[in-house]
């Protein structure tokens, strides 16, 4: 299936609600700034010349397809990466912590991999989430058990065992454990069925209203569009759209390459 009949089989679904209301205000702090970012791996050059920000209380969308450098730029600006040019969070320097230590400032990374420890238990997990940020990590356990409410029903069970939608619900409380000031969440729809969209769609509206900040790399163009404030489309390793979702929904080329209309 192709990435706009995808796209459009989501919207199908009804995978979230319009955050056009939600959108974050012009003095909204800064949390996150890329400027002239370039990555290679090798002689190959994955990112070229990026620039995109996140405000706070923002939900900011990457949007493109396979290949076009959003799990680069996601991993890169969780310090993950070398890189030429600027990535700050709050206004420090990605390039001079390690990504345990952006952990522990509050800019958490949820892998499009999940990277769960398979042979542990759900509740296990979601303790190990809390190693850098044990205070009160019982209330956001309870926080997770109320967002994805099968998680508690699986408390005892091994992570492998799980289907992947429960991973994926997993893999999201066990970074919202580490008490996120900024999540940083890679391809969290990734070959998920339709039922759970949505519960992914009710939980991302939710850890919005607890006050995280969020910055979303998506295949599902439908689905980021109903959920961010802003919108960047990457391609080949640059930004080729920017905007809010309802004046990029009005992009010709964005109906035709990704919304299939």
């Known amino acids: 299936m192709s990435d706009a009949e995808s796209v459009s089989s989501a919207d199908d679904e009804g995978t979230g609600t319009d955050a056009a209301s939600a959108t974050a205000g012009t003095t909204a702090e800064r949390v996150l700034g890329v400027e002239d970012l370039h990555v290679t791996y090798g002689e ?13 209380g923002e939900i900011v969308g990457l949007i493109g397809p396979n290949g076009a450098g959003k799990t680069t730029l996601a991993n890169t600006v969780s310090g993950f990466l070398d890189y030429e040019g600027s990535v700050t969070y709050r206004g420090e320097d990605v390039h001079e912590k390690k990504p345990s230590d ?3 400032a509050g800019l958490v990374h949820c892998s499009e991999d999940r990277d769960l420890f398979g042979h542990l238990s759900v509740a296990d997990n979601l303790e190990l989430g809390a190693y850098r940020h044990d205070e009160g990590w019982e209330e956001r356990r309870d926080f997770v058990y109320d967002l994805f409410p099968r998680l508690e029903e699986r408390s005892d069970q091994h992570a492998r065992t799980m289907s992947g939608g429960e991973q994926q619900m ?14 940083v969440l890679d391809e969290p729809t990734l ?22 900040t969020i910055l979303l790399t998506e295949q599902n163009v439908t689905f980021t569009m109903n959920h961010a404030d802003r919108v960047y489309l990457l391609e ?13 929904r009005g992009d010709e080329y964005i109906r035709d390459a990704y919304l299939g209309h």
């Open 191 to 212: 070959g998920l069925a339709p039922v759970i969209l949505q519960d992914i769609s009710d939980g991302i509206e939710e850890i919005r209203e607890s006050g995280v």
């Open 102 to 104: 952006l952990v522990s």
């Open 44 to 56: 190959v050059m994955a990112l070229r010349g990026v620039d995109l920000h996140v405000d706070e």
């Open 236 to 248: 080949q390793g640059r930004v080729e759209r920017e905007g809010h979702p309802d004046e990029l």
């Open 170 to 183: 997993l893999a999201i409380g066990r970074a919202l454990m580490s008490d996120p000031d900024l999540l």
